[in-house]
């Protein structure tokens, strides 16, 4: 990053210039790609930009990025951009739409954060999961915080995803969040705003790990010029977190990862994450339960777990407590938690935590349990079971964003501003139908970064995930998280399912910083060398994960 000082340093090119002849070929102009790209004209004109000021004045963080892309032509873009595809269906990173798998799309143009304003969203999501699981202990215990009326009591039982079954379940260690995903957007203003969170399954980790390992093969000339802080232990701060979770009188706690198997959308995240932990990768009928303890099935014979890394929903998870069909899950499991004999992670009954309208309730849970003031603002929400709040909504809906409360993946969302009078009369009907089922909110125009649309960058929406893991005793926040473009020219909607993409997430380390930096260290355990790039291996294993590993190969 270019140091701060009276220089206002580079400058987004005016269009027109014509291109410089050298040795006998026309070559491109710097910065050429970046032509119109502030053009007034443009699909939400108003957005915060992270790389150029509205003066067209590059902003710091962005400042050695700016120079290294300038520096390339249409035909250097081109040939990276087809570098990372194939990249990416080298290595099967995929994700499914509409039952077709695809590989994840991967921009180019890396997201820069810079370690001040980290800090501040470092410590706001550990703020928030502090809260977040203060709430979830006293809902599924005491419930002090319905009794002091600072959340209306109906708000919890109407909770599509508050399970009674879980009431009463202590976890060892106390930690019902283990790993949480906080989805934050940063507003016209350039605030960063909390728009949901995500405490069940939050999916995208790998995403995070495997775009930067391909960038950094890619554009690894970008690496040497900035000081970007690694992501690739992530892997060995979940395996803590899960280690720590077991029972205390457990010393060397057995860890599975539990996958729906290979139909399921997230597969490569859930194979990914076991092979880098060193753990078993299962299925539910991998696994039975006896005398309320959970039993993996082995060559070797009947193994006991300790902690089951889920990634099923809580209604697949137990038929006997949930849905009686399901052959997802393992029968007699949630016993098994409740008796102290197993951990599931994340807990069950997490969802209440995460729904759309308790979320709105968030920054008072902060106050109440934390007696902090929230240091993540959420975005502005309008919640259509008030009255005053459901008036509101209906005579403003074509000025608002309008959300299911148990939507995801950007279906169900009606954006009032392009939508009909017929689609707002009919959804102005759903919502009266069930108002607990809605809430609204204030069209935010994302932030934008360049991004590779043919042969030019353009300015394209984006949102960031960070990934919070919790080993009960600290809150480690990977640096940077899943970055998710919006591709389509106007759209609001980042998710995969709906044609969005990621990007590299880059948090520059402090110049004060004595952290290791990408490229300079190993990602997991020991490195081996891979045309000229660190590749990452397993974290250090227990000597019973070792003999498992080797009783396996």
């Known amino acids: 990053m270019s140091p701060m000082n009276s220089n206002p340093g580079p400058r987004l090119p005016p269009a027109g210039r014509r291109a410089r002849t050298v040795k006998g070929r026309r070559a491109a102009r710097p910065g050429a790609q970046f032509d119109g790209y502030l053009a007034p004209e443009r699909p939400h004109a108003g957005a915060y930009d992270e790389m150029f000021a509205p003066d067209g004045t590059v902003r710091g963080p962005y400042r050695a990025l700016y120079g290294s892309i300038a520096a390339l032509d249409a035909s250097d873009l081109t040939n990276r951009s087809q570098a990372l595809d194939r990249a990416m269906v080298d290595q099967g990173i995929t994700f499914s739409l509409s039952g077709q798998e695809r590989p994840f799309p991967l921009d180019l143009v890396p997201r820069v954060i810079q370690a001040t304003e980290w800090s501040r969203l470092e410590r706001g999501v550990t703020q928030r999961v502090r809260a977040l699981e203060a709430f979830l202990a006293d809902v599924y215990g005491d419930r002090q915080i319905l009794r002091d009326g600072v959340l209306p ?3 919890i039982t109407s909770c599509e995803h508050f399970h009674r079954e879980a009431y009463g379940i202590k976890p060892p260690n106390g930690v019902r969040i283990h790993v949480s995903g906080v989805d934050l957007v940063r507003d016209e203003e350039g605030t960063f705003r909390v728009l949901e969170d995500n405490l069940r399954n939050p999916s995208g980790v790998s995403y995070v790990m495997e775009n930067r390992r391909t960038m950094a093969r890619v554009f690894p000339d970008l690496f040497a010029r900035h000081r970007v802080r690694p992501v690739g232990d992530y892997a060995s701060h979940l395996l803590r977190a899960l280690r720590a979770a077991a029972a205390p009188n457990v010393a060397d706690p057995m860890v599975v990862v539990l996958t729906p198997g290979v139909y399921n959308s997230a597969y490569f995240e859930h194979s990914l994450l076991a092979r880098l932990m060193g753990v078993e990768l299962v299925e539910g009928r991998d696994m039975f339960c006896r005398d309320n303890v959970v039993y993996l099935r082995t060559t070797e014979g009947e193994r006991q777990v300790d902690v089951i890394y889920r ?11 949930h849905r009686p069909d399901s052959v997802l899950g393992v029968a007699g499991i949630l016993n098994a938690a409740r008796a102290g004999n197993v951990v599931v992670a994340n807990a069950v009954g997490n969802g209440v935590g995460d729904d759309k309208l308790v979320y709105t309730y968030v920054p008072e849970m902060v106050r109440y349990y934390l007696n ?15 009255p005053d709040e459901f008036d509101h909504v209906m005579q403003h809906a074509d000025e608002l964003v309008i959300k299911p409360v148990e939507g995801s993946g950007g279906y169900g969302i009606v954006f009032g501003p392009d939508a009909s009078k017929k689609e707002l009369d009919a959804l102005r009907r759903k919502v009266r139908a069930n108002r607990r089922g809605w809430i609204a909110q204030p069209v935010v125009q994302l932030s ?44 609001l909607v980042v998710n995969s399912s709906q044609g969005g993409g990621s990007k590299d997430t880059w948090v520059l380390a402090s110049r004060s910083s004595t ?26 294993l227990s000597t019973s994960q070792q003999q498992q590993q080797q009783q396996q190969s």
């Open 153 to 155: 009591r109906r708000l």
């Open 311 to 321: 990634r099923i929903d809580d209604e697949f998870l137990d038929p006997v407590h």
């Open 372 to 386: 902090e003031k929230p240091i993540l603002p959420n975005v502005d929400t309008f919640r259509c079971w008030l």
């Open 448 to 491: 934008t970064v360049p991004s590779k649309v043919d042969d030019r960058l353009a300015p394209r929406h984006v949102d960031l995930r960070p990934f919070a893991v919790n080993d009960g005793k600290e809150i480690f926040v990977l640096p940077g998280g899943l970055t998710r473009v919006a591709l389509p020219e106007g759209s």
């Open 515 to 540: 952290s290791e930096q990408e490229l300079d260290r190993p990602a997991l355990g020991d490195v081996s060398v891979v045309d000229g790039v660190a590749a990452e291996q397993g974290p250090e």
